[in-house]
């Protein structure tokens, strides 16, 4: 014993549980290389934009909903990200999140406490313990904690699975239906990252999406683009000897880009029936496994606007100073969303044409981690041992 250690150092530590956690080796899907790609080159990057448009110049804060792991590294990367750029000024984050699983919230609470530290983030965010899908129920308790949060300016729903289930499909709705009637006059983010195949959806869903692909050929103007941008899928449903029923297709690329185009115009045709202003801004693919792919991970940002509208006094006082507002055109919005649906980047693509983006963006994420408590040291064995990434 050294003459200068105090009686303390003689009692176990354990007694008062304070040994050191082994670091996590626990990698998780979204601490992959190309989910940082797409935290940066596309949520991050829209987001920036949003912040420096001049209908954000008096709003102080920016409100973030998202369902984050227990790392909450998505939420620290925007936070990051904003006070680094300089079209966010002074602006502080406001953040709400919903996590399902028990360990992954109880480690979110330790890491939230360090969050609200930090002097631009607003002391209202929280994380709550929700399954996203407890939205279905507007009376649900859920419902009453994103009503009491308020409104939202970028949405952020990374799914793990398909999200073309009845219950995430009506939760969205709700959702989405919910920012519509709350945010009118200011443009607000959407980001859906999702898979979209067949196998983790049911018939009767995907039936239902049919009648927005039959419906938008149906007009000339959607059935000349869809044949421009995708072939494949207008010659399908063009071809009179098959009967056109999505359930039936057994070409994984086909029923892909079925899905997609389903899955957006639905978003789009939901938002011009409130007469929003809807923009497809980003669209990028990834493969789930590299050892065997198919390219049906999807993850796309959407721009919401609606133009905030003055009913006439019906005495007429206003006179003609009231702007007319035009309604807006699903064909109209569907269109360019169309061209840029087909020219979709592929991440996987861009990380093995240049290895040294890819290295970049696996440094980020071994900086990142290891701020979150893992054990980054093999992480490049790991991404290429199980997930067949090349370094």
């Known amino acids: 014993m050294n003459l200068f250690d105090s009686d303390d150092s003689l009692i176990d530590d354990e007694v008062f549980g304070s040994i050191t956690q082994p670091l996590s080796k ?5 601490h992959k290389p190309r989910k940082q ?3 940066d080159k596309q949520w ?3 987001f920036k934009r949003l912040m420096g ?3 954000y110049n008096n709003i102080d804060s920016m409100n973030y909903f998202g369902l984050p792991g227990g790392d909450l590294l998505d939420i620290n990367y925007i936070y990051e990200g904003m006070i680094n750029s300089r079209r966010s000024g002074s602006k502080r984050l406001g953040f709400h999140g919903f996590i399902n699983s028990s360990t992954d919230f109880a480690k979110a609470e330790g890491e939230l406490s360090k969050i609200l530290d930090n002097e631009r983030i ?3 965010s929280k994380i709550e313990k929700f399954n996203f899908e407890d939205l279905m129920k507007r009376n649900s308790d859920a419902w009453i904690r994103v009503k009491n949060f308020g409104e939202y300016h970028f949405i952020n729903l990374d799914f793990c699975n398909n999200v073309m289930s009845y219950n995430t499909l009506m939760s969205m709705y709700n959702l989405l239906d919910y920012q519509m009637q709350k945010v009118v006059g200011l443009p607000w983010l959407l980001c859906i ?3 979209l195949n067949k196998d983790s959806t049911t018939d009767s869903i995907v039936a239902k999406f049919e009648t927005i692909i039959n419906e938008s050929l149906g007009t000339e103007q959607l059935k000349c683009k869809i044949e421009e941008c995708f072939s494949e899928v207008y010659t399908y449903f063009s071809d009179e000897s098959d009967n056109s029923d999505i359930n039936g297709v057994e070409d994984k690329c086909l029923i892909n880009q079925i899905l997609q185009i389903c899955l957006v115009l639905w978003i789009l045709k939901e938002a011009a029936l409130r007469n929003f202003n809807v923009t497809l801004k980003s669209s990028m693919k990834y493969s789930v496994d590299l050892f065997e792919r198919d390219a049906d991970m999807h993850s796309f940002v959407f721009c919401f606007e609606k133009e905030e509208t003055v009913i006439p006094d019906c005495l007429g006082l206003a006179g003609e100073n009231i702007p007319e507002i035009n309604d807006i055109d699903f064909g109209t919005i569907a269109s360019p969303a169309l061209d840029k649906l ?4 592929d991440v996987d693509y861009i990380l093995e044409q240049d290895k040294t983006v890819l290295n970049t963006y696996a440094d980020e994420m071994i900086s990142w981690l290891s701020r979150c408590g893992y054990d980054t040291s093999t992480y490049k064995e790991f991404m290429t ?3 067949g990434y090349e370094f």
């Not at 626990?26 to 979204?30: N, S």
């Not at 087909?342 to 980047?345: D, F, G, Q, V, Y």
């Open 26 to 30: 626990e990698f998780k899907p979204w």
């Open 37 to 39: 790609f797409i935290r």
């Open 44 to 46: 991050l990057e829209q």
């Open 53 to 55: 448009s001049s209908k």
């Open 122 to 124: 607003e002391g209202k």
């Open 193 to 195: 990252t999702t898979r």
């Open 342 to 345: 087909s020219k979709t980047s």
């Open 385 to 387: 041992d199980h997930h």
